[in-house]
Nanobody, 126 residues
Framework: QVQLVESGGGLVQAGGSLRLSCAASGRIFGYYVMGWFRQAPGKEREFVAAIKWSSATVVYADSLKGRFTVSRDNAKNTVYLQMNSLKPEDTAVYYC???????????????????WGQGTQVTVSS
C-alpha cells in the first residue's frame, strides 16, 4: 500500500497562486499514474489532473487547462500541482491519489484510484 500526504493548501486571494505537493511513500511500485482531484462542499469529487510517473504524460480537466500545471519529481516520489490565477470557485479540498492504470487517459475518475491522501484545503477569497 502506498501512503500519500498532501501539503501546500491555504487561503489565497483571487488571482493568486498556490503549489500543492503530494509525497508518496511505502509500496509505490505498481502505481503508474498519480491524480489530483478536488471536492467542494455539497459537490462530487472532481478530476483536476493526472500524470504518469515514468513518462510525465499529463492530462487535465478541460476547464482547468492553462491555469493548473501538474509535475512530478521521481527522485523525491512527489507530485506537484501548481495553481495560478486562482478563482473563488477553485475553493475545495484537494486530494492526490494513486492509480494502477498504466495511462493517464484511463485514470480520469475517482474509481480508477486505489489510494488517496487526506486532502488539503484550498480557499480562494474574492
Amino acid at each position: 500500500q502506498v501512503q500519500l500526504v498532501e501539503s501546500g493548501g491555504g487561503l489565497v486571494q483571487a488571482g493568486g497562486s498556490l503549489r500543492l505537493s503530494c509525497a508518496a511513500s511505502g509500496r509505490i511500485f505498481g502505481y503508474y499514474v498519480m491524480g489530483w482531484f478536488r471536492q467542494a462542499p455539497g459537490k462530487e469529487r472532481e478530476f483536476v489532473a493526472a500524470i504518469k510517473w515514468s513518462s510525465a504524460t499529463v492530462v487535465y480537466a478541460d476547464s482547468l487547462k492553462g491555469r493548473f500545471t501538474v509535475s512530478r519529481d521521481n527522485a523525491k516520489n512527489t507530485v506537484y500541482l501548481q495553481m495560478n490565477s486562482l478563482k473563488p470557485e477553485d475553493t475545495a479540498v484537494y486530494y492526490c491519489a494513486a492509480s494502477h492504470r498504466i495511462a493517464t487517459k484511463l485514470a480520469l475518475t475517482p474509481d480508477e484510484y486505489a489510494s488517496w491522501g487526506q486532502g488539503t484545503q484550498v480557499t480562494v477569497s474574492s
